[in-house]
């Protein structure tokens, strides 16, 4: 049953928490309306599935322009940055997921497209080297490590805005409205589980929400309640405090170890990839204190023991 509610919110009044960022888009927005005119370029930086994507198609429908998304593995060549920029109109939104891996060619190739609206590139069956006027589009940036963004193309990002971590509140807002829009109610018991267990992040909450509907249509219940909520989670192998397989390796790993721990010690005694326990896996496991980073890498903490703990019995 659909319920008129989209899960990806279209507006800034949809668009739950990160206040912050929705203030200063929206002052940008509405003074580039009224000045008829364009916005800045704007670096969106946060965690995986915390709203990025979702704020750039908000800034386009606001502006009554196009937003054209696509992420940086697939921009290898400056040519490949040519080809997106020659097709945006004026106003239009070019949205580059995980910007910091461009290739630094193509990161240079867009300092004057930022900065004058203008590239070179080549045309015609001569193959000549042309300078090409665009039309004002919009660089909108998203990035899960804004430090790895070269300093001259960083410089040309004339907002720059840091998403916080969810708080419990809006998390549980956003269970709650991803449920409205599959069209099923859900307990407050069924929410304070997710919240528990959804990492703070708004993706994987309606993801959650969406396995707990299955389980709520397979028992023949009108709601989510905890009873289908718990059975979600044991299909999903999801523990307390959202604790995934490969969160509890990583934590067996580092267990009784007095000394800390380099990532790639972690990775091969794990048997989990560097970059999934560096993106993934330690985000979570520094949020709810079960481990801290040192210098020389990771260690337990006594949080950490005691989950581990938990887990083993
Ligand atoms: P990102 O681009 O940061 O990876 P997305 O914008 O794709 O994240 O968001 C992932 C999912 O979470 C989408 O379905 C989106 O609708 C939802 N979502 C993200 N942030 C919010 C929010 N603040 N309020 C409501 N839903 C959200």
Same mark, same amino acid.
């Given at each position: 049953m659909a319920s008129g509610t989209p899960l990806r919110p279209s507006s800034f009044d949809t668009f739950i928490g990160q206040n912050h960022v929705k203030e200063q888009l929206n002052l940008a927005l509405e003074s580039a309306v009224m000045r008829d005119d364009v916005i800045d370029h704007v670096l969106l930086a946060g965690p995986a599935g915390t709203g990025?994507?979702?704020?750039?198609?908000?800034?386009?429908?606001?502006? *009554?322009? $196009?937003?054209?998304?696509?992420?940086?593995?697939?921009?290898?060549?400056?040519?490949?940055?040519?080809?997106?920029?020659?097709?945006? $109109?004026?106003?239009?939104?070019?949205? @580059?997921?995980?910007?910091?891996?461009?290739? @630094?060619?193509?990161?240079?190739?867009?300092?004057?497209?930022?900065?004058?609206?203008?590239?070179?590139? @080549?045309?015609?069956?001569?193959?000549?080297?042309?300078?090409?006027?665009?039309?004002?589009? @919009?660089?909108?940036?998203?990035?899960?490590?804004?430090?790895?963004?070269?300093?001259?193309?960083?410089?040309?990002? *004339?907002?720059?805005?840091n998403l916080k971590p969810y708080s419990d509140q809006d998390v549980g807002m956003i269970a709650t409205r991803g449920a409205k829009a599959l069209g099923i109610g859900i307990t407050d018991e069924a929410i304070k589980l997710v919240v528990d267990r959804c990492r703070g992040v708004p993706r994987i909450t309606l993801r959650h929400i969406k396995r707990m509907r299955d389980s709520a249509t397979i028992m023949h219940k009108s709601m989510i309640d905890l009873e289908s909520a718990i059975h979600a989670y044991r299909v999903l192998q999801i523990g307390e405090h959202g604790m995934t397989n490969q969160d509890r390796a990583v934590l067996k790993v580092l267990s009784g170890k007095k000394h800390a721990t380099g990532i790639q010690g972690v990775s091969s005694e794990s048997n989990i990839d560097q970059e999934t326990i560096s993106n993934l896996i330690e985000p979570h496991l520094l949020r709810i204190g079960a481990i801290v980073r040192t210098p020389r890498g990771r260690l337990i903490t006594k949080v950490g023991e005691k989950i581990n703990k938990d887990i083993q019995q």
């Open positions: 990025k994507t979702t704020l750039a198609n908000i800034m386009s429908s606001r502006l *009554g322009t $196009r937003c054209v998304e696509t992420i940086a593995n697939v921009m290898r060549k400056p040519q490949d940055a040519a080809n997106n920029l020659v097709n945006l $109109r004026r106003g239009d939104i070019l949205f @580059i997921d995980e910007i910091h891996a461009l290739p @630094i060619t193509v990161q240079e190739y867009f300092y004057t497209a930022m900065e004058d609206y203008k590239i070179n590139t @080549i045309a015609g069956r001569s193959r000549r080297a042309v300078t090409v006027n665009l039309q004002k589009f @919009i660089l909108v940036g998203a990035t899960t490590n804004e430090g790895q963004l070269s300093s001259p193309m960083l410089s040309r990002f *004339g907002l720059v805005c």
